[in-house]
């Protein structure tokens, strides 16, 4: 069975403006054929260089047979869509066959230009399976909906992105600031236990663990904030670059921590 429709379209500037008629059926229910069919054509509809009419956009103005009888076609000939395509104000024709074979299919697409007939873009495939030929039309869709534009001088469109939020860059001042909070609290319990030897309130006996643990704990928080300086450092200087620092180091050292962060400039 083969399905035909008439696009009446005014030349016209713009994205190059695609019929699809349909498809010769073989072995395959018409109706799964005609959903195929607005599927794959509804993919191809999704590149903004084409304009696609499908055969269910003219019958909800027009009876097919009252097409061809405009038209003065009365057969389902190939020969016929040929002769429509010809009466069209589009710019190429997609034609083809889709048959079943046991559980296989053979799909053959062909898209010629209707001014001179000559042929812009083809593609065939033998899927395996209902499942497959729906992955295939869903794959094939972009590409030959590429190759189309591309024929008649339209190249890839320019896509534009908005700069986000990036938080993923938000993530080491997150941690820095974790990292300050832990070392200004171990800064604050190192000098509680200095002010206390100084008062004199600690026991002799304790006094040695005392003074070790309160060197630990400052230690330790001069690491955490020079960490958490270096953290921050280092989100603000992924913000500005565009990219994460190439090297960060925090290196403790006799007088507090020494903290490094090495950037590339593009």
Not at 182 to 187: T, V, Y
Request: charged fraction near 20%; proline fraction near 5%; charge should be negative.
């Amino acid at each position: 069975m083969l399905m035909v429709a008439v696009l009446i379209l005014g030349a016209a500037e713009g994205p190059v403006k695609l019929a699809v008629p349909g498809l010769s059926l073989s072995g395959i229910e018409s109706r799964l054929g005609e959903a195929y069919v607005e599927r794959f054509a509804t993919l191809l509809g999704k590149d903004p260089r084409l304009k696609v009419t499908t055969r269910r956009d003219i019958e909800s103005v027009l009876g097919i047979e009252r097409q061809k009888q405009m038209l003065g076609c009365s057969d389902g000939s190939s020969t016929c869509l040929a002769e429509l395509a010809g009466g069209l104000g589009v710019d190429a024709v997609l034609s083809g066959s889709l048959a079943k074979t046991g559980n296989s299919y053979i799909v053959t697409l062909r898209v010629v230009r209707t001014k001179d007939g000559t042929e812009v873009a083809s593609s065939s495939e033998r899927p395996r399976g209902d499942d497959a030929l729906g992955e295939w039309f869903e794959a094939e869709a972009p590409r030959l909906a590429d190759e189309i534009a591309r024929s008649f001088g339209l190249s890839a469109p320019v896509v534009e992105t908005k700069e986000g939020l990036h938080l993923e860059r938000w993530v080491p001042a997150i941690a820095g600031v974790g990292c300050l909070a832990a070392g200004i609290g171990l800064q604050v319990a190192a000098r509680s236990d200095a002010a206390n030897l100084n008062q004199g309130t600690v026991p002799l006996a304790e006094a040695p663990a005392v003074v070790e643990r309160g060197k630990a704990t400052e230690t330790a928080s001069w690491v955490l904030l020079g960490a958490g300086v270096a953290a921050i450092a280092a989100s603000v200087t992924w913000f500005i670059v565009g990219s994460a620092p190439a090297k960060l180091a925090v290196v403790p050292n006799s007088g507090g921590v020494f903290v490094s962060v090495e950037v590339t400039l593009p």
